[in-house]
Nanobody
């Protein structure tokens, strides 16, 4: 069982940056690929990014590639999402996720979800 708690959301102007953090419980954190999804009202949750257990492999949605960076610190049980060059269309609730395999994240089927943190980007 993995519990995930996101933080770092807030209001930012377009072009600005935010860093989201995700604190994970459990002694087996380093065995789980991790990722981020986001959701806006009226739309399904969409994949944003994923990272392998070691952090050597990362994947990004085309909409955030080159602007967002995922990273993890296995010693601290933390995952981060650095978001640069924010756009109004990045406004969403961002969810931290964990899964048994990284493919499950990429296939929109992670095992564990956090409760989310709201990011609002004004134009």
């Amino acid at each position: 069982q993995v519990q995930l708690v996101e933080s770092g959301g807030g209001l930012m102007q377009a072009g600005g940056s935010l860093r989201l953090s995700c604190a994970a419980s459990g002694r087996t954190f380093n065995t789980y690929p991790m990722g981020w999804f986001r959701q806006t009202p009226g739309r399904e949750r969409e994949f944003v990014t994923a990272i392998s257990t070691s952090g050597t492999r990362t994947y990004y949605a085309d909409s955030v590639k080159g602007r967002f960076t995922i990273s993890r610190d296995n010693a601290k049980n933390m995952v981060y999402l650095q978001m640069n060059s924010l756009k109004p269309e990045d406004t969403a609730v961002y969810y931290c996720v964990a899964a048994t395999t990284i493919d499950w994240i990429r296939q929109n089927n992670p095992d564990y979800w956090g409760k989310g943190t709201l990011v609002t980007v004004s134009s």
